[in-house]
């Protein structure tokens, strides 16, 4: 009697999951439905009545609105009452984009070859409220110090971060390449240090250079940082002792966050047109002229140089040669210009030098006029020249007389005569083509050659090797880029000790510091100091494919999150991201 009723209940259990695979539904939840651009939404699609099930496929209007970022999944099975129940939930965080309302269509997922959809949901999203950002513990700004330039005029726009609380592998997640302006950098990333509502901030302060190319209302649109929070809390001890209070027990937990600074309108004041100088060539700033001589004092037929030398604040790239007036006598030569760009008073300032060689016909003084340049001012809001101040040759006669050379005709069709020989000496005259020839076989002329060019190839050599020699002494990139290999390898065997351990954080924290100093070798940086960012940055600039910079980066920040935020690995695992390492670096050793 007691197995016919374990039988009973088992014929139960199957009908009740067949029953269960038989009602499958899809739900798609988030945990709000009104949020603003530096909020995080979590996305939860449950599926009900199935233990295993493909990906969910997110529609696409969700992927045009937000940055989609996986949690993974989860599944449970319960018993109540005798029923069986069980469901799997995926999980992720969506990130805006931009502000509006979203209508999210349904999302999609097969179970056992059948396809179920949840129903569509729709989220609010609020632009960023400027003055609740002063109270926040990491917040973005960006500003322009003029909103109403004239077209090609300098303005200056600055993005800061400010956070009082630890974050990790900040990034941007647009470039700050604004359509409708023309860009420069004004120097690297600066860090300080500042105080808002009594609260102290480390601030990272990044600035550009813009010059408006077109008239209107341009905007530049809101900026996004993607930053990992790390969140430190303590587990209750099971002991009471106060010694385990201390922070070296805490755990540390990650988060990211989206910070926004808004989008910021330019209204852009075209240049005017009363008044414009001929010869104005859309230089918009404030610039000085000035030409020099090389020698004012020249014979006919030399060369001196003249240099125009052009400088100032603003689009010096737009700068065009002044024209040349009254030279008869001169012949110009222009050379191509050459134009250097430096930061001076927080500002892009540029110089263009002419060369141009001037080559006198003709004896006498002549005056080089005066240069013209025309350009607008934005402070005075109208158009300005300036020249250069004249500039006096004297040029002498030329000291090379040409001497005339007369030639006297013979006459006219000359008879052609044999040739005589009209006396012998005592060599016999060779009067055949073939006494040109070596009439002597030299069986050992190799050996004369070789002997002959033997020096020569030693002296080669030994100067190839002297220069390398040079070449590792005086170019450490070089010899650190060499070595990067036979290092990384010695670190290996440290990191090796390490790799069953737990806690874990020394093997991360090694084979981290191992695989930034072997970048950082290669790339001639310094490699402890190196972000995921900075890293991704770098081997772009180096040409290296994006494929494997993403790879190198996922690298970086799984290891900085392993060693920072307490994010557990098994040992396979750890050893799996060793074996990355590895064969990364050999990648690395073929391309830099």
Same mark, same amino acid.
């Given at each position: &009697? ?121 989220? *609010?999203?609020?632009?960023?409220? *400027?003055?609740?950002?002063?109270? !926040? ?41 604004? =359509? ?8 690297? $990333? ?14 990272? $302060? ?12 341009? =905007? ?65 700033? =404030? ?7 090389? #020698? ?44 250097? *760009? ?12 002419? *060369? ?10 002549? !005056?080089?006029?005066? /240069?013209? &340049? ?17 500039? @006096? ?6 000291? #090379? ?83 990067? &290999? ?15 351990? $737990? ?32 890293? $991704? ?10 494929? /494997?910079?993403?790879?190198? !980066? ?20 750890? %050893?799996?991201?060793?074996? %990355? ?6 990648? @690395? %050793?073929?391309?830099?």
């Amino acid at each position: &009697m007691k197995q016919i009723s374990i039988v009973f209940i088992a014929i139960i259990i199957i009908l009740l999951n067949i029953y269960s695979a038989w009602a499958v539904s899809v739900t798609a939840t988030v945990d709000k439905t009104e949020a603003s651009l530096e909020d995080t939404i979590i996305l939860t699609i449950s599926v009900e009545g199935a233990q295993r099930s493909g990906e969910p496929i997110l529609p696409q209007e969700l992927k045009a609105n937000f940055n989609i970022h996986s949690r993974g999944s989860s599944s449970r099975i319960e018993i109540v009452n005798g029923r069986i129940s069980s469901s799997i939930d995926y999980n992720y965080l969506l990130f805006p984009k931009k502000p509006g309302t979203f209508a999210i269509g349904p999302v999609s997922i097969t179970v056992k070859g059948e396809r179920y959809e949840s129903q569509p949901f729709t989220v *609010k999203i609020l632009p960023v409220q *400027k003055e609740t950002q002063p109270t !926040r513990d990491i917040f973005i700004t960006s500003e322009v110090d003029n909103h109403n330039p004239y077209v090609n005029e300098q303005i200056v726009y600055t993005f800061r971060f400010f956070r009082s609380i630890k974050v990790i592998n900040p990034r941007l997640l647009e470039d700050l390449n604004f =359509e409708g302006f023309y860009i420069e950098k004004l120097g690297k $990333e600066q860090e300080s240090q500042t105080i808002r509502n009594g609260k102290q901030y480390l601030v990272t $302060e990044l600035k550009q250079a813009l010059f408006p190319t077109k008239p209107g209302k341009i =905007e530049i649109p809101p900026v996004r940082l993607q930053v990992d929070v790390v969140y430190r809390f303590k587990r209750r001890s099971f002991f009471s002792d106060p010694f385990f209070d201390d922070s070296f027990f805490g755990f540390n937990e990650t988060r990211p966050e989206i910070l926004v600074a808004p989008a910021i309108t330019i209204n852009v004041r075209p240049i005017p047109e009363e008044g414009k100088p001929l010869n104005f060539s859309n230089l918009v700033g =404030e610039f000085t002229i000035s030409a020099t001589a090389g #020698e004012k004092s020249l014979k006919v037929g030399d060369s001196m140089t003249l240099t125009i030398n052009i400088s100032g604040y603003g689009n010096i790239w737009d700068a065009i040669e002044p024209e040349f007036e009254g030279l008869p006598n001169l012949k110009v030569y222009s050379d191509k210009p050459t134009i250097n *760009k430096s930061i001076q008073k927080g500002r892009i300032y540029g110089e263009m030098s002419l *060369k141009k060689a001037l080559v006198p016909l003709k004896e006498g003084q002549f !005056r080089i006029p005066a /240069l013209k &340049m025309a350009f607008f001012n934005p402070d005075l809001g109208q158009y300005q020249q300036i020249m250069t101040k004249p500039i @006096l040759l004297n040029v002498l006669p030329s000291s #090379e007389k040409e001497t005339l050379h007369l030639v006297e005709a013979g006459g006219i069709n000359p008879k052609k005569q044999k040739i005589k020989i009209v006396g012998k000496d005592i060599l016999p005259i060779h009067t055949s083509i073939n006494a040109l020839k070596n009439q002597a076989f030299n069986p050992f002329s190799i050996f004369y050659y070789l002997i002959i060019a033997i020096p020569w190839l030693a002296f080669i050599t030994g100067l190839g090797i002297k220069k390398r020699n040079e070449r590792l002494t005086n170019d450490q990139g070089l010899v650190r880029s060499q070595k990067a &290999m036979n290092k990384f390898k010695k670190s290996l065997k440290n990191i090796r000790h390490y790799l069953k351990d $737990e806690p874990s954080e020394k093997f991360y924290h090694l084979t981290s510091r191992a695989f930034k100093e072997y970048l950082g070798d290669k790339i001639n940086v310094v490699g402890t100091a190196l972000t995921p960012l900075e890293a $991704e940055k770098k081997l772009s600039q180096k040409g290296i494919e994006p494929e /494997l910079i993403q790879k190198i !980066r996922t690298l970086l920040e799984d290891l900085e999150k392993g060693e920072f935020a307490s994010v557990s690995h098994s040992v396979q695992e750890r %050893e799996e991201m060793l074996k %990355e390492a590895k064969q990364l670096v050999k990648t @690395l %050793e073929k391309r830099l």
